[in-house]
C-alpha cells in the first residue's frame, strides 16, 4: 500500500505461506529476512522487514504524499492506532499461531479481533474523519484495511463496528487500496480472490 501511495513502481515476488510448508521457510527466503515471515524489501542497498520498518523507511526517504501528520499529537496518535493494530490484533492472528490453535483457530482469530476491534471503534471515534486520522490517510489506514479484510476472512460480525467500517469502505475507494488489497494480490488463491 506505501508504495502504491507513494507512486514507487516496485517488482513483486510472491511467498506462498502455505505451498511446499510454506515458502517463507526455505533457505533462499530465510537469506532474504531471517524471521521467515513476509513482507521484505530491497530497496536502495538494503532489506527491510517488518511493515512498519518499511513503511517508516519510505516515509523518511519519499515523504511525498505524507503518512504521518506534521502535528506531533495527530501524529502519536497515528503511531497509536497503528501500533494497536500491527501490534495487538494482527499477530495474534498469524499462521504460526493459527496452526497452533488447530480446531480452533477460527474461534480464536475472531476472539483476537473482536477485542482489538471493539478498543479500535473507541480510539476511531476520537480521530477519524472520513479516514482513521481526519480526512487525509495516514499509516494507521495502510494497516487497517487488511486487517478488516482478515475480520471478513474469519467472519468476524462487523456490525459493532460502523466507524472501522466506514473507514475501510472510504479507503476502498481510493486506486491505491484497490490495487493493494490482499484479494488482489498475483499469489491470492482462487477462493479468496475478490
Not at 506534521?70 to 497515528?78: F, H, I, M, T
Not at 479516514?131 to 471478513?152: H, K
Amino acid at each position: 500500500l506505501a508504495l502504491a501511495l507513494k507512486g514507487i513502481a516496485y517488482d513483486v515476488v510472491p511467498v506462498n505461506l502455505l505451498k511446499d510448508g510454506g515458502q517463507q521457510f526455505s533457505a533462499e527466503f530465510k537469506a532474504v529476512n531471517p524471521m521467515q515471515q513476509v513482507p521484505a524489501l530491497k530497496i536502495d542497498g538494503i532489506t527491510l522487514s517488518q511493515s512498519l520498518a518499511i513503511i517508516h523507511y519510505l516515509e523518511d526517504t519519499r515523504p511525498n504524499p505524507r503518512l504521518l501528520p506534521q502535528d506531533p499529537k495527530k501524529r502519536a496518535q497515528v503511531r497509536m492506532i497503528t501500533d494497536h493494530i500491527v501490534s495487538g490484533i494482527q499477530p495474534l492472528q498469524n499462521l504460526s499461531i493459527l496452526k497452533q490453535m488447530g480446531e480452533k483457530k477460527m474461534e480464536w482469530a475472531q476472539n483476537c479481533i473482536t477485542s482489538g476491534f471493539q478498543a479500535l471503534e473507541q480510539i476511531l471515534q476520537h480521530t477519524a474523519g472520513r479516514y482513521c486520522m481526519g480526512d487525509e490517510v495516514s499509516m494507521a489506514d495502510l494497516c487497517l484495511v487488511p486487517q478488516v479484510y482478515n475480520a471478513e476472512r474469519f467472519k468476524v460480525d462487523m456490525g459493532p463496528y460502523p466507524t472501522i467500517t466506514r473507514i475501510n469502505k472510504a479507503l476502498l475507494e481510493l486506486e491505491a487500496f484497490k490495487v493493494s488489497h490482499p484479494s488482489q494480490q498475483p499469489d491470492t488463491p482462487a477462493e479468496l480472490r475478490a
